[in-house]
């Protein structure tokens, strides 16, 4: 069904060229998915792809400049004149599905039969440039209205075609604030093992976007709810078997992200839910078991470190003021300790209250910024000079003498070079 919309819709020039250019080679095309959603919901737009009656060979005579997607499947990228790639695809219909992921037959088709393949009903809509009309045949728009998630058609064989809409489901309800339809929640609950059968790369991507938005907490319980959050992390499941106020912990840290809060990487929220389950560990293994767990779910080696840094480094909050104060400052010199002090105030709110050890840094830090910015005072070139061999012993004198000036017991290079001389050379 044909539906006029009466609202606006800010189509880029570059997306309207593509889309006309179609049009004058005989070509059916349109809006569809996310976008078609996002703007009858007045969201902002990260993405235009269109759906199209031309072929990847046809949409490659068109366009100067074409990247191929996926041939086999009919989807490409045009390059547009501003440098922006637009994903073009042909409609299709799909079958024999033996992975739970990947069509072994795929089939150009008409519009229908590829709205028919498509997860939800809400991204199941197409939009029609030349009269502003939207094809809904699904009732996707009643489903918009309603603020529902509803799977198209019988949702297990949607499901059982492409097992990452099971993860998928979740993170359009909770980012939209929707409910999920009863018969697409039942099939969810009931074919949540499938999503082990699904790429660990896939499912991180789809954790990752849950986690970068404001409804964290929304999406963990919306997941154990529907059976897949052991399937997810089951490392923190086994420490719930374990101890149940692991759960408690878990949602307690999440319970404390504010809607206004600026948001963070997606490992911040992993090493959150995590540290609950990896307190069992004694603190100098924590950071080995987060890169285990990190190499689990096929991290890139800069998320990984900052996954251990987490876990491991926030306890020291509470042994701040037993430190030496060079060592305090060497510990905040840290490039992710900025991140490691927001991080310390979910920890220290959800665990056991203590912020003590955090407002303490808090005061001191813009004071300690300053002193990283200092230059050494010497260097083993300056032991040289002064009759000393180099060794395994430059590196500890080095080091004191760093220390003392973090510490502001050494103000200058003479008194650093007096401090030498006393105290290690003969």
């Not at 499941?237 to 307690?252: D, P, R």
């Not at 002090?341 to 955090?358: E, I, K, T, W, Y």
């Amino acid at each position: 069904m044909w539906i006029r919309i009466n609202q606006p819709f800010a189509v880029p020039p570059e997306v309207r060229n593509i889309l006309t250019k179609l049009y004058d080679a005989g070509f059916e095309a349109y809006l569809v998915g996310g976008c078609v959603r996002d703007w009858i919901r007045g969201d902002q737009i990260k993405d235009f792809d269109v759906a199209t009656s031309a072929t990847p060979e046809n949409i490659e005579k068109i366009f100067p400049k074409v990247i191929e997607i996926g041939r086999a499947f009919g989807v490409m990228k045009v390059i547009a004149e501003n440098g922006r790639e637009i994903e073009v695809a042909t409609f299709r219909k799909e079958s024999n599905y033996k992975d739970h992921r990947h069509p072994s037959k795929v089939e150009f088709s008409s519009i229908l039969e590829d709205a028919s393949r498509r997860d939800f009903t809400v991204n199941a809509l197409y939009y029609d440039l030349k009269t502003a009309q939207v094809l809904d045949s699904f009732e996707g728009l009643t489903d918009l209205k309603n603020k529902v998630i509803r799977a198209i058609g019988n949702p297990e064989e949607r499901f059982n075609e492409d097992a990452l809409r099971l993860i998928r489901a979740v993170r359009f309800a909770t980012r939209f604030r929707f409910t999920i339809e009863a018969n697409t929640e039942m099939a969810i609950q009931k074919l949540s093992h499938l999503i082990r059968k699904v790429s660990v790369e896939r499912i991180r991507d789809e954790v990752e976007r849950i986690f970068v938005s404001h409804h964290a907490k929304e999406a963990v319980v919306l997941l154990q709810h529907l059976k897949l959050f052991d399937c997810i992390f089951p490392e923190i499941a086994v420490a719930i078997l374990e101890k149940k106020k692991t759960w408690e912990l878990t949602l307690s840290a999440l319970d404390h992200l504010k809607p206004d809060s600026n948001l963070e990487d997606s490992v911040f929220y992993l090493a959150l839910i995590y540290l609950p389950t990896l307190r069992k560990y004694p603190i100098d293994q924590r950071a080995g078991q987060a890169l285990a767990i990190a190499e689990r779910l096929k991290l890139s080696n800069e998320q990984g470190k900052l996954f251990a840094y987490l876990v491991q480094e926030t306890a020291k909050f509470r042994d701040v003021f037993s430190m030496r104060e060079a060592t305090l400052y060497r510990w905040m010199k840290h490039e992710f300790f900025p991140i490691l002090m927001r991080f310390h105030a979910l920890d220290a709110l959800s665990f056991d209250g203590n912020q003590a050890g955090l407002e303490f840094v808090k005061r001191i830090y813009p004071e300690a910024k300053k002193r990283f910015e200092l230059k050494p005072m010497i260097t083993g070139d300056d032991l040289v000079k002064l009759g000393m061999h180099p060794g395994r012993q430059f590196t500890e004198i080095l080091t004191s003498v760093d220390d003392l000036m973090l510490e502001g017991k050494l103000k200058s290079k003479d008194e650093a070079l007096e401090y030498v001389l006393h105290h290690f050379v003969k």
